[in-house]
């Protein structure tokens, strides 16, 4: 272990402490006792066999009688792949377990790919700046420049680019969304074991309504990954848009509950509370999270609260989320927020949402979904459902709760709107 390219034992030892202690390996205990076990003889240059592993770590074991060792290692490798996928992708030293009789693992050092990845899922897990994601992508860019065939950049770059196409200014969103499912199958060709790729793939074929293949993706995606899957926002909101709430609301609760101190997570759970039309629920929730000031809880009690007319409180959550982003997401809501409000701002906040959305509708890079939202503001629902028409293809993913959105209620008796529901072919819950 002295090669100058191979790790030390004080590293490794380091290196297997960290895994240990981290949630997916906390979650398998055997797989963890057989890792400890393996690494542990590795160091010492101990020759180990199935049989004395079986004998060593599992009682009862009888050779040629029991496949516990050899199912445990087959799960622990799928464990590590995963590990290194997500959690593990900067870890300094990379141990791997080589298929075969001799259940003598392998130290290396990570890919040079590692610390600019691990900074990307930084800044896109924080999203409180208007460029967290775009400056994600460009570190995502920066390892895949360093590591070609590094799956996991790949992967999430196509999560981030994604996640740009309902708001970025350029490019739009079909060009987004393109980009995201070729960075998807790049990702795939290099390692079909992952998981976020065929999320990123679910949502790309929900934007472009075609259910089917998306139900496949997802299919797919719980297959490599049951619990990752589960836990991601995009996933139950694909289960919400297609009719299956009652899940859609569990697995937002339970990614909640079992975040604790994250905002972003409390949000969700209350945006889909609040899609759900469970607007006191959703509104306890938020209020409970909004000391944390994350953009995103402002932009939701902005949505819950616009309805209210009695109320200057949804325009004032939306300055507050423009001011913490540095920024404006989404200028079309913010017209319906400032349209709306107590009687003694109405005049003064209509004056302002009709410059806003002059502003707005000749500006060549704003959504149509957001021009949409003016258009409600103004009570102008046929311009409203001819921009809605042009967001769907356009395949701005917020349009997968198209049939959902309470913004979009005043719209919901008008031909026009229910013609593009139908178009849209909505799945029944399965």
Known sequence: MADAGVPTRAEVDKQLRRMLESKRLKNAPSQSMLLEYVVEKRLENIEISEAIIGRALFPGWMKDGSDDVRATATNLREKLTKYYAEEGAADPIVI??????????VFTFNSPAAKP??????????MTRINDASDAVEQFNKAIALDPVYAPAYAARAEAELSRAPYAVWPGSKELVSTAETSAHQALRLSPSLWRPYVVLGMVHASRRAWGKAEASFKAALKAAPEETGRHAWYAAYLLATGRRQKALRLAGESAMNSPGDPIAQTVHALFLYITRDFEKAEALLNEVKIAKHPLTHIALACLLQGNRKSDDSWIHLQRANTIMRG????????LCMSSGSSK??????SRARDWFSHTKDDPTAKPLQIALCHIAFGEPQNAVAELRRARDEHDPLMIWAHLWPLFDTLREHPGFRQLIRQMRFPSAR
């Open 328 to 335: 404006r997401l989404f200028p079309g809501l913010e017209a």
């Open 345 to 350: 701002t109405r005049a003064f906040r209509k």
């Open 96 to 105: 791997t377990l080589p298929r075969g009789p001799r259940y003598r693992p």
């Open 117 to 126: 990845y691990a900074r990307g899922l930084h800044l896109y897990a924080a």
